[in-house]
């Protein structure tokens, strides 16, 4: 494990993880830890973004990205405000680029969740204050984030793990959980169809980061061998916001990648299991998994809110 010594992002973006060091990385879980702590001992408010403001843009729905990062702005002192895209003239035509501009007169912080990656890269372009990605078709990088909180905190330890990702290999939060395991150590394998394969432009980058912290990158077309001495196996919807139209190709190549009881069997003993949630019970997940002795998808999502508060105290501090 790095020890981080950052104590300030104070002014980074987080588009998609690409531009954090390791010891950024690591710098976001350990004060999540230290939030998730300090909120057990009953220390609910932390006033360190006292009367700060983080203006929340959302393009399609949420239910832990806007809640988490709305308690988490009231739990920081700070104030969080809900902006639905067509709610604003963005609905109406005005460009990213001048919302950005006025944006950044008024708030401290914008988090967005939006179709287009390039959408994100825009605002951040434009905006004089952090912006924090909440989801985009390419990458999530605030949930990877949370993930490998909750996976450090379930292992007491990240670097040699393995993570075996089952189902879309194109997925958002796959690209992300691919980035935050390369840049951290931990192995992955994706049990995917040849057909769902990740972004290339996200694949190269893993790869670089995999060659510095020794991170393995295998993919496999037998979900049974991808989730082989898996420490994680994880999964997530097969057909993402914005793809219905492609859900029936998706759910024919993906019916052989759902996680059941007999496929977790195959993975380590102890080995967890997670998703980003929402799930589609019976669909990428059985019943079984979800609510069975692996599952920690509950934490997991709890962990949005701690690991939410870091990266704002951080960026906006
Ligand atoms: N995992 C996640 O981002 O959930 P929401 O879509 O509910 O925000
Ligand atoms: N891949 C999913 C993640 C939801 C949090 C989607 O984009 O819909």
């Not at 639905?84 to 988090?111: C, F, H, K, P």
């Not at 020794?214 to 049974?224: A, L, M, V």
Request: include cysteine; charged fraction near 25%; glycine fraction near 6%.
């Amino acid at each position: 494990m790095v020890q981080a010594s950052i104590r300030s992002l104070k002014g980074k973006d987080l588009l998609w993880l690409v531009d954090y060091s390791v010891e950024e990385i690591w710098a976001i879980l350990e004060t999540a830890k230290m939030f998730k702590q300090r909120f057990y001992s009953g220390e609910r408010i932390i006033p360190v973004l006292n009367g700060k403001v983080l203006a929340m843009i959302f393009q399609k729905p949420s239910t832990r990205t806007r809640v988490s990062f709305e308690v988490a702005m009231y739990q920081l002192g700070g104030y969080a405000m809900y902006l639905g895209w067509n709610e604003l003239q963005l609905g109406r035509g005005e460009t990213i680029a001048d919302t950005a501009r006025v944006l950044s007169r008024y708030v401290d912080g914008i988090m967005a969740r939006v179709y287009s990656q390039n959408d994100i890269v825009e605002l951040a372009k434009y905006a004089d204050v952090p912006v924090i990605n909440g989801l985009s078709d390419l990458v999530h990088p605030v949930q990877a984030l949370s993930d490998m909180f909750t996976i450090w905190e379930k292992k007491g330890r990240l670097s040699g793990l393995k993570i075996a990702f089952v189902g879309d290999g194109s997925d958002n939060v796959l690209h992300s959980l691919l980035l935050a395991s390369a840049k951290l150590g931990v192995n992955i394998s994706i049990g995917s169809p040849k057909e769902l394969r990740p972004n290339k432009e996200i694949l190269k980058y893993a790869e670089e980061a995999a060659e510095s912290s020794g991170s393995i990158i295998e993919f496999y077309e037998d979900p049974y061998e991808a989730v082989r001495g898996a420490d994680v196996v994880y999964t997530d919807v097969w057909v993402s916001m914005g793809q219905e139209k492609e859900r029936e190709r998706k759910v024919k190549l993906l019916e052989p990648y759902r996680v059941t009881v007999d496929l977790m069997r195959h993975a380590k003993k102890d080995a967890l299991f997670m998703h980003c949630l929402p799930a589609h019970r019976g669909e990428e997940v059985v019943d079984e998994v979800i609510d069975g002795p692996w599952s920690v998808v509950w934490d997991q999502a709890e962990n949005r809110l701690h690991t939410q508060k870091a990266i704002l105290a951080l960026l906006l501090g």
